[in-house]
T-cell receptor
Framework: EAQVTQNPRYLITVTGKKLTVTCSQN?????MSWYRQDPGLGLRQIYY???????DKGDVPEGYKVSRKEKRNFPLILESPSPNQTSLYFC????????????????FGAGSRLTVL | AQSVTQPDIHITVSEGASLELRCNYS??????LFWYVQSPGQGLQLLLK??????LVQGIKGFEAEFKRSQSSFNLRKPSVHWSDAAEYFC????????????FGAGTRLFVKA
């Protein structure tokens, strides 16, 4: 089944304790992106990647890091989490340039709910 | 400023009634337009998309949307709502041809009354 898998789905942590949220897709998509969802704000892009070793900042990158060493994986790293990073996080992917009319259609993971105390 | 606006934070309709969710965007050229749906506890799923051509597009689950260039709108409609349609709906835009960044509206939560 074509899917984007995120882990963990739920996490409670404390301020300053580094954590990684993993994201993996099995569709050979070029484009991957991380969003955070907060009430009343919709989804805001944190980082995105056009392909392996190509990443760039989205609209709210502060406090986050990403890497894209393999095409299928795009982990989100919080080096020193703070309470304002408490949110629902989504990883998404799309075919990218090779996708024709579906190039921009995003497939989402189920989400990771993070609480930072 | 460039943006995607969904004016209604939440809407309540009776089961069997018609539905229209509004979306306006403020980008110069005609962007790529999308509606996604988020059921409780799940990720977002594509309902439909508009790239070019016929301005009335059909999607899954009986939804349709109409692109109106003069109004910079892409409203989502369904003639008869089912209880299972209760969810949050997001309008989204890729602002320019060849781009990949997707901008999302704040979402409209749909409640369905029995």
């Amino acid at each position: 089944e074509a899917q984007v898998t995120q882990n963990p789905r739920y996490l409670i942590t404390v301020t300053g304790k580094k954590l990684t949220v993993t994201c993996s897709q099995n569709m050979n998509h070029e484009y991957m992106s991380w969003y955070r969802q907060d009430p009343g704000l919709g989804l805001r892009q944190i980082y995105y990647s056009m392909n392996v070793e190509v990443t760039d900042k989205g609209d709210v990158p502060e406090g986050y890091k990403v890497s894209r060493k393999e095409k299928r994986n795009f982990p989100l790293i919080l080096e020193s989490p703070s309470p304002n990073q408490t949110s629902l996080y989504f990883c998404a992917s799309s075919p990218g340039l090779a996708g024709g009319s579906g190039a921009n259609v995003l497939t989402f993971g189920a989400g990771s709910r993070l609480t930072v105390l | 400023a460039q943006s995607v606006t969904q004016p209604d934070i939440h809407i309540t309709v009776s089961e069997g009634a018609s539905l229209e969710l509004r979306c306006n965007y403020s980008y110069g050229a005609t962007p790529y337009l999308f509606w996604y749906v988020q059921s409780p506890g799940q990720g977002l799923q594509l309902l439909l998309k508009y790239f070019s051509g016929d301005t009335l597009v059909q999607g899954i689950k009986g939804f349709e949307a109409e692109f109106k260039r003069s109004q910079s709108s892409f409203n989502l409609r369904k003639p008869s709502v089912h209880w299972s349609d209760a969810a949050e709906y997001f309008c989204a835009v890729v602002p320019y041809t060849g781009g990949f960044k997707t901008i999302f509206g704040a979402g409209t939560r749909l409640f369905v009354k029995a």
